[in-house]
Structures are given as C-alpha cells and as structure tokens.
C-alpha cells in the first residue's frame, strides 16, 4: 500500500487528508500525471 496526501491533488482538501491506495492505483495516477506533463 502507498500513502498520498489528497491534498496534494484536490485544491478543495484545506488540510492534509492522507490515505492509502494500491500499488496499482497509485501506479495509474503516475502514469497519468506523466502524459499530462507533470
């Protein structure tokens, strides 16, 4: 399991909201932050 801050991807969060997800998930979110250039 991986841990992120959500805060770090939604402008809405006001406070660190950690949480965990999959490898795989959090693989896809890698993937994608990659194609859009960041």
Not at 7 to 35: F, L
Request: proline fraction near 3%; avoid cysteine.
């Amino acid at each position: 399991m991986v841990k992120i801050n959500l805060k770090q991807y939604y402008p809405w969060y006001t406070q660190d909201e950690i949480i965990e997800i999959s490898e795989e998930v959090y693989e896809a979110i890698r993937a994608g932050e990659q194609q859009e250039g960041g």
